[in-house]
């Protein structure tokens, strides 16, 4: 079903979602600069030329030149951040609040002293809470995007190295990127409009400061990170605020904890699958939504855990209303271990094992506790939860389709891991629209 955002309808309010954000991102980020004595000095003194330094839009500069508080929440200000820009005006709360109701703040002070505002009047209408009862339940929109396909592979740093210094016809890289040539024929035949890109940061956007276990990236763009050499000389990526805004809004009413982060630089657990499955390119043909996920610092989440968020995330995919061709990709593993007197572990036969159930039965396979990761695939072979979101997206988890192997490859070494790699088609029984052609 499409999803319900009735509350937009409760008079005299503006609720500040995941859309209002984005729209309002830079609007708020200027509030924030408001917190230093500097630049509350900077913009004092001048205040048309402090704003020109920010990407604000016209409607946006023009609602803080006219204090409009209600036009600037229009236009995506959330009141805790425009309180700060109140604040280096002078202004009380009440006086920010008595000035978006049209009274004094002496009136509307002497309001708050007889018991505030009533509800009665103040509420939305009965017709349009009873059509938003009544929608509870409905089916899918006619037109919405499918979830198409889901590519599962490692995304070992050093394969990102080999390929930047084109050295791709070693005979020690070659074997490595001969096992993608399917691949890369597969994608231009089943290109898809988005991708929603599983991995995880390697202490590059998120270091001990802040440790989110799932982090959804709702930003417009996200460069190549600096992991210590310089970035990858790869295109930046191309986001999809849209469809990120509306996976935010599904999943965390599915009760599924999200971090959601506008802006941050993508490390080689993003762009090395990139590479691999569409080569050399001046551009990304798709746009990318990141999606990080802890598996760095324990307690990481569950097989299980990210097993059902990828089933829920076909269900946020499949409620928005648009014609989109959308492939799941998951990334990280195979077994390896980079770190102690194990270090440089590889687990063939292991690894194999998995690469069977995850096809066959991939419920089963989500129950396999952290310890036999650790145990069998290396410290680092815990990376392969985030497969499980993808495999969870695909329409045979719940009986409502089948999946199609399309491709399989396994090879050690490269560098330090075992590079382990699997298409799955999806074909759902209710045939998804061609999105394109």
């Not at 500097?38 to 704003?51: F, Q």
């Amino acid at each position: 079903m499409s999803l319900d955002k009735t509350y937009k309808k409760v008079p005299g309010t503006t609720i500040f979602d995941a859309e209002q954000s984005a729209k309002g991102y830079h609007l708020n980020q200027f509030c924030m600069s408001l917190m230093t004595a500097a630049n509350r000095e900077r913009y004092l003194a001048d205040e048309r030329a402090y704003l020109q330094e920010w990407p604000l839009t016209d409607a946006q500069r023009q609602a803080l030149l006219d204090r409009d508080l209600n036009a600037a929440m229009a236009e995506g200000g959330n009141i805790y951040f425009l309180s700060k820009w109140g604040a280096t005006l002078g202004l009380s709360f009440q006086q920010m609040a008595g000035s978006m109701t049209g009274m004094s703040e002496e009136d509307y002070r002497d309001m708050m002293l007889h018991g505030g505002r009533s509800i009665e009047g103040n509420r939305i209408a009965d017709q349009v809470r009873e059509a938003h009862y009544a929608a509870e339940g409905a089916q899918r929109p006619a037109e919405h995007a499918w979830v198409t396909g889901a590519v599962f592979t490692s995304h070992v740093p050093a394969i990102g190295a080999a390929w930047d210094q084109h050295r791709r016809e070693e005979p020690y890289w070659k074997a490595v990127f001969d096992g993608y040539e399917v691949s890369k024929q597969w994608e231009r035949e089943n290109l898809p409009d988005v991708v929603f890109l599983v991995y995880n940061d390697h202490a590059t956007a998120f270091d001990l400061t802040v440790i989110p276990t799932f982090v959804l990236g709702t930003g417009a763009s996200y460069p190549a990170a600096d992991e210590g050499y310089g970035p990858r000389p790869v295109p930046g990526i191309e986001g999809d605020p849209d469809l990120a805004a509306h996976i935010a809004h599904s999943l965390i009413r599915e009760d599924f904890d999200l971090t959601l982060v506008n802006e941050m630089a993508v490390d080689h657990g993003l762009t090395v699958p990139l590479s691999l499955m569409f080569g050399d390119v001046e551009r990304w043909p798709v746009k990318v939504i990141p999606f990080h996920v802890n598996v760095v610092q324990y307690p990481v989440p569950s097989g299980e855990r990210c097993f059902r968020l990828g089933q829920a995330l076909r269900r946020a995919i499949e409620s928005y209303d648009r014609p989109l061709r959308v492939q799941v990709w998951g990334t990280g593993g195979m077994s390896h271990q980079l770190q102690g007197p194990r270090a440089g572990l590889i687990n063939e036969e292991w690894d194999n094992r998995w690469l069977d159930a995850l096809v066959r039965d991939p419920a089963d396979l989500a129950r396999v506790p952290h310890l036999e990761y650790v145990e069998e695939a290396g410290s680092e072979g815990i990376e392969l939860v985030m497969w499980f979101i993808a495999r969870g997206a695909l329409a045979d988890v719940d009986g409502s389709g089948t999946v199609e192997v399309k491709h399989r490859f396994y090879h050690v070494p490269a560098s330090n891991t075992a590079v382990g790699h699997l298409i799955l088609e999806n074909h759902p029984r209710a045939e998804a629209p061609a999105g394109k052609e």
